[in-house]
């Protein structure tokens, strides 16, 4: 989809990602790094357990489909050759402190002024400007500043991270989300631009509007634990946990009636759970004691059962219940064993073959792929400097070329049409990229059976029905909405009119069925328009044994690991908050859409992408899947410790509930924490002047560091910490979100007017493009606002026809 793009990789671990998916997506992805290599291949565990930089498992996932070069750029030869090498690249991503390659000369204004066409992309963790900017900061300073922690955990232990880097894999695939939208601008205008990517604002993503939400009615959300509020979402059973929610809504209403009546078919259903009125069970309302009395029977019900023999009933009976899976069960998962997920990827040089996760989306040609194995140290010198000595541009499509004037002030994607049709999150949050950007996104909607983003979602004074929930508001906004009866034909043929004479892009996230049902496949759209692109977007996909699995974002990150990974290891296993699959997901369908429109513009042929939620969580979890497969290792969940770096924590500030996280990354930064805490004897003991010294007494460490934060503001204290060099972050509420003044500095909430609920707080995504700002004018619109608007004005229909379908839009 990318073949022909050149692309320079100068990131560290924090951005590897997003090179990986360029590369995966068919750009030649050059990784540059320094003679000594990058400090990842220093970073075991080791293939074979052998000690060497060529066999660093996580090296080995995160950089497989790319090149590899060595350049010394403190060097003036290694900064002219990269310069040179700049000269003929599409692309360059860094990782490195703000101002950094500037003082080297190769910053991004020095690089665009020999080749105006770069897209330079810089992914830190806080931005390149504004109070937090020369933070130090990797994953777990960045989460906790972006306020998942604040909501993961249980009310008696500190606010916890998720065991892996899932900053990382936000940021990372926000990056190469960003560059494909600057390709597309660069495509009108035929210049480049620079992009600032800050990991922190990228997590806010993962809180799906909480933070603005909370301006609305001011009521902080509360750590639970495996539970959402009052509501047990993860349960024991016989050997594991399981995820499964007692929420209400129509979806779930089935989910409950259909475990109760195999509950009864087993004999283990008590006399009032038979008889139970489940069409009118409403989990805002109930009773504590009634959700007691429910959690006992159903708790008892599966504890009695494995893991694997509830899902084989879950799936035969359609029940959103699901595994907290480990790495090994989602190797041998069926379901993505038959969608060919994972990829033998040869290291012949090392007389090993390593099992990764392939691609992030399906297509008929296997476009998205592992290209080849991981890049040796300097393994393709000669070949990239000779083959880059020669300008070869990426080419637009036969007869094109860029107008510089008519791209000058406009959205990066001004002009691109989207149709949207499905619910929840994952979907709409995917098209908000493109709205941020200029596109037109119009939604299909039923009033029949609303949006339950629409439904329950509503504030507990709201009096604007399915109109004023404010999640939905806040996570469509600018978007169009046409309401539309999908079960009568009529209903139908406006949606495949639209479709066919007006959409450059159809997004969907229905479960497999309905688009069929209504023959609005991409195989019958691209009959008549084989320039069309299109995205399904589902928990599973659309093809396999397990595609009509019903479920939610709390099953996908079940099945996918990511529960398993995050919590105390004596503890059950939980978030991350907010179901981390409805962040991540949309990213990469956002991305597979600007890929595809980048292949349409050069070839004038659409593409369809059938995507999994599943397998895109799985996708960015390389190392873990390495690991498990080199040598049977299963990550698990450890709190907030770090197997490379002591101290590394979320310890007790001053006041209710506040909370600082801290890593130390290295020696030096140990003196550091050392000289602040005074140089206290414990601190002295030369045992701890190394990382595997300080590994050996995390438990020490952890509670002496606690009892000197106690007595500390946490803001203050990060400040303090970060002014002597040590990585530090206070644990954010939705409070300190909407008053962080880097998020401030950033534009980070953008105030919408909305005429009852006063303005509203809509976020914007964790880039800046600095040719086109980007933002947002308007909340999301009430549900079938702009239908007469959408089928006068691009459907031509008059008022003899608009009268005539007036039972098919109610």
Same mark, same amino acid.
Request: hydrophobic residues 40%.
């Given at each position: 989809m #990318?073949?022909?793009?050149?692309?320079?990789?100068?990131?560290?671990?924090?951005?590897?990602?997003?090179?990986?998916?360029l590369?995966?997506?068919?750009?030649?992805?050059?990784?540059?790094?320094?003679?000594?290599?990058?400090p990842?291949?220093?970073?075991g565990?080791?293939?074979?357990?052998?000690?060497?930089?060529e066999?660093?498992?996580?090296?080995?996932?995160?950089?497989? *489909?790319?090149?590899?070069?060595?350049?010394?750029?403190?060097?003036?030869a290694?900064?002219?050759?990269?310069?040179?090498?700049?000269?003929?690249?599409?692309?360059l991503?860094?990782?490195?402190?703000?101002?950094?390659?500037?003082?080297?000369?190769?910053?991004?204004?020095?690089?665009?002024?020999?080749? /105006?066409?770069?897209?330079?992309?810089?992914?830190?963790p806080?931005?390149?400007?504004?109070?937090?900017?020369?933070?130090?900061?990797?994953?777990?300073v960045?989460?906790?500043l972006?306020?998942?922690?604040?909501?993961?955990g249980?009310?008696?232990?500190?606010p916890?991270?998720?065991?892996?880097?899932?900053?990382?894999?936000?940021?990372?695939?926000?990056?190469?989300?960003?560059?494909?939208?600057?390709?597309?601008?660069?495509?009108?205008?035929?210049?480049?631009?620079?992009?600032?990517? &800050?990991?922190?604002?990228?997590?806010?993503?993962?809180?799906?509007?909480?933070?603005?939400?909370?301006?609305?009615?001011?009521?902080?959300?509360?750590?639970?634990?495996?539970? #959402?509020?009052?509501?047990?979402?993860i349960?024991?059973?016989?050997?594991?946990?399981?995820?499964?929610?007692?929420?209400?809504?129509?979806?779930?209403?089935?989910?409950?009636?259909?475990?109760?009546?195999?509950?009864?078919?087993?004999?283990?259903?008590?006399?009032?759970?038979?008889?139970?009125?489940?069409?009118?069970?409403?989990?805002?309302?109930?009773?504590?004691?009634?959700? =007691?009395?429910?959690?006992?029977?159903?708790?008892?019900?599966?504890?009695?059962?494995?893991?694997?023999?509830?899902?084989?009933?879950?799936?035969?009976?359609?029940?959103?219940?699901?595994?907290?899976?480990?790495?090994?069960?989602?190797?041998?998962?069926e379901?993505?064993?038959?969608?060919?997920?994972?990829?033998?990827?040869?290291?012949p040089?090392? +007389?090993?073959?390593?099992?990764?996760?392939?691609?992030?989306?399906?297509?008929?040609?296997?476009?998205?792929?592992?290209?080849?194995?991981?890049?040796?140290?300097?393994?393709?010198?000669?070949?990239?400097?000779?083959?880059?000595?020669?300008p070869?541009?990426?080419?637009?499509?036969?007869?094109?070329?860029?107008?510089?004037?008519? !791209?000058?002030g406009?959205? =990066?994607?001004?002009?691109?049409?989207? @149709?949207?049709?499905?619910?929840?999150?994952?979907?709409?949050?995917?098209?908000r990229?493109?709205?941020?950007? !200029?596109?037109?996104?119009?939604?299909?909607?039923?009033?029949r059976?609303?949006?339950?983003?629409?439904?329950?979602?509503?504030?507990?004074?709201?009096?604007?029905?399915?109109?004023? *929930?404010?999640?939905?508001?806040?996570?469509?906004?600018?978007?169009?909405?046409l309401?539309?009866?999908l079960?009568?034909?009529?209903?139908?043929?406006?949606?495949?009119?639209?479709?066919?004479?007006?959409?450059?892009?159809?997004?969907?996230?229905?479960?497999?069925? /309905?688009?069929?049902k209504? +023959?609005?496949?991409?195989?019958?759209l =691209?009959?008549e328009?084989?320039?069309?692109?299109? &995205? &399904?977007?589902?928990?599973?996909?659309?093809?396999?044994?397990?595609?009509?699995y019903?479920?939610?974002?709390?099953q996908? &990150?079940?099945?996918?690991?990511?529960?398993?990974?995050?919590?105390?290891?004596?503890r059950?296993?939980?978030?991350?908050?907010?179901?981390?699959?409805? *962040?991540?997901?949309?990213?990469?369908?956002? @991305?597979?859409?600007?890929?595809?429109?980048?292949?349409?513009?050069?070839?004038?042929?659409?593409?369809?992408?059938?995507?999994?939620?599943?397998?895109?969580?799985?996708?960015?979890?390389?190392?873990?899947?390495?690991?498990?497969?080199?040598?049977?290792?299963?990550l698990?969940?450890?709190g907030?410790?770090?197997?490379h770096?002591?101290?590394?924590?979320?310890?007790?500030?001053?006041?209710?509930?506040?909370?600082?996280?801290?890593?130390?990354?290295?020696?030096?930064?140990?003196?550091?924490?050392?000289?602040?805490?005074?140089?206290?004897?414990?601190?002295r003991?030369?045992?701890?002047?190394?990382?595997?010294?300080?590994?050996?007494?995390?438990?020490?460490l952890?509670?002496?560091?606690?009892?000197w934060?106690?007595?500390?503001?946490?803001?203050?204290?990060?400040?303090?910490?970060?002014?002597?060099?040590?990585?530090?972050?206070l644990?954010?509420?939705?409070?300190? #979100?909407?008053?962080?003044?880097?998020?401030?500095?950033?534009?980070?909430?953008?105030?919408v007017?909305?005429?009852?609920? !006063?303005?509203?707080?809509?976020?914007?995504? !964790?880039?800046?493009?600095?040719? *086109?700002?980007?933002?947002?004018?308007?909340?999301?619109?009430?549900?079938?606002?702009?239908?007469?608007?959408?089928?006068?004005?691009?459907?031509?229909?008059?008022?003899?026809?608009?009268?005539?379908?007036?039972?098919v839009?109610?």
């Amino acid at each position: 989809m #990318l073949h022909g793009l050149r692309v320079l990789d100068l990131t560290d671990a924090r951005a590897h990602l997003a090179g990986r998916i360029l590369a995966d997506l068919g750009a030649d992805v050059v990784k540059v790094e320094p003679p000594g290599g990058d400090p990842l291949r220093r970073q075991g565990p080791w293939l074979g357990g052998v000690a060497d930089p060529e066999r660093g498992l996580a090296w080995l996932a995160l950089n497989a *489909s790319k090149r590899g070069i060595a350049l010394d750029l403190e060097s003036a030869a290694g900064r002219e050759t990269l310069r040179r090498l700049a000269r003929t690249a599409d692309v360059l991503l860094e990782s490195d402190a703000p101002g950094a390659m500037a003082a080297r000369g190769l910053g991004a204004r020095e690089l665009r002024r020999e080749n /105006p066409r770069l897209v330079h992309c810089a992914v830190t963790p806080f931005g390149q400007t504004g109070p937090y900017a020369h933070f130090r900061a990797h994953d777990l300073v960045v989460v906790a500043l972006g306020g998942n922690p604040h909501l993961t955990g249980p009310a008696d232990r500190p606010p916890v991270r998720c065991s892996v880097p899932t900053a990382y894999y936000h940021g990372g695939a926000e990056a190469a989300l960003a560059v494909l939208i600057a390709l597309l601008q660069r495509d009108v205008t035929g210049e480049g631009q620079e992009i600032d990517v &800050s990991l922190h604002e990228t997590q806010l993503q993962t809180l799906l509007s909480f933070p603005a939400q909370f301006a609305l009615h001011r009521r902080e959300t509360k750590r639970s634990g495996g539970r #959402l509020g009052r509501l047990r979402e993860i349960w024991t059973a016989a050997d594991g946990d399981i995820s499964y929610g007692l929420r209400g809504g129509p979806t779930r209403i089935r989910n409950l009636k259909a475990t109760g009546e195999w509950m009864q078919e087993c004999g283990e259903a008590p006399d009032w759970l038979a008889a139970y009125d489940w069409d009118h069970y409403n989990h805002n309302t109930v009773s504590d004691a009634e959700i =007691a009395r429910l959690e006992g029977a159903f708790g008892a019900f599966f504890a009695k059962r494995t893991r694997r023999e509830l899902y084989a009933g879950a799936l035969a009976r359609r029940i959103l219940l699901a595994p907290c899976n480990d790495a090994a069960e989602i190797l041998a998962h069926e379901q993505l064993r038959s969608r060919d997920l994972f990829a033998e990827v040869p290291h012949p040089e090392l +007389g090993a073959t390593l099992e990764l996760p392939d691609f992030f989306a399906k297509t008929h040609d296997r476009a998205i792929r592992i290209r080849h194995r991981a890049p040796r140290l300097g393994e393709h010198q000669r070949a990239v400097l000779e083959e880059w000595a020669s300008p070869a541009p990426f080419p637009l499509r036969a007869g094109a070329s860029p107008d510089t004037a008519a !791209g000058r002030g406009a959205s =990066a994607l001004a002009g691109l049409r989207v @149709l949207e049709l499905g619910s929840g999150a994952a979907g709409p949050v995917a098209t908000r990229y493109f709205v941020e950007h !200029g596109a037109e996104v119009i939604r299909i909607e039923s009033r029949r059976a609303p949006d339950f983003l629409r439904v329950l979602f509503l504030t507990p004074d709201s009096k604007l029905g399915v109109d004023g *929930s404010p999640m939905f508001l806040l996570l469509n906004p600018d978007k169009r909405s046409l309401a539309v009866d999908l079960t009568r034909p009529e209903g139908v043929a406006l949606v495949r009119r639209l479709a066919l004479e007006w959409a450059d892009v159809v997004s969907e996230n229905f479960a497999p069925g /309905p688009m069929e049902k209504w +023959g609005l496949t991409h195989a019958s759209l =691209a009959r008549e328009r084989p320039d069309l692109v299109m &995205s &399904s977007a589902c928990l599973f996909g659309q093809t396999g044994p397990q595609r009509h699995y019903p479920g939610f974002g709390g099953q996908g &990150s079940a099945i996918s690991g990511f529960n398993h990974l995050c919590g105390w290891p004596d503890r059950e296993a939980h978030g991350p908050a907010h179901t981390i699959t409805d *962040s991540m997901s949309p990213r990469f369908v956002a @991305l597979g859409i600007a890929a595809a429109l980048l292949e349409k513009r050069r070839t004038g042929r659409g593409r369809y992408l059938d995507l999994s939620q599943i397998e895109a969580a799985v996708y960015v979890q390389a190392e873990g899947i390495a690991r498990a497969s080199a040598a049977g290792e299963i990550l698990g969940r450890h709190g907030n410790r770090d197997e490379h770096m002591a101290p590394h924590g979320v310890y007790p500030c001053r006041g209710d509930d506040r909370w600082i996280a801290v890593a130390v990354t290295d020696d030096a930064a140990w003196r550091r924490l050392r000289a602040e805490l005074g140089e206290p004897d414990w601190a002295r003991d030369p045992a701890l002047d190394t990382a595997e010294g300080r590994l050996a007494r995390a438990d020490a460490l952890d509670e002496a560091l606690a009892k000197w934060t106690r007595a500390h503001e946490a803001r203050a204290l990060m400040e303090r910490l970060q002014a002597a060099g040590i990585e530090a972050g206070l644990v954010a509420s939705e409070r300190d #979100l909407l008053d962080d003044p880097q998020l401030a500095h950033r534009g980070h909430f953008v105030p919408v007017p909305h005429a009852e609920l !006063g303005p509203l707080q809509v976020e914007r995504s !964790g880039f800046r493009l600095s040719a *086109s700002p980007g933002g947002y004018r308007r909340p999301g619109p009430r549900l079938g606002e702009h239908g007469e608007a959408i089928l006068r004005e691009i459907l031509a229909l008059d008022d003899a026809e608009l009268a005539g379908l007036a039972e098919v839009l109610t």
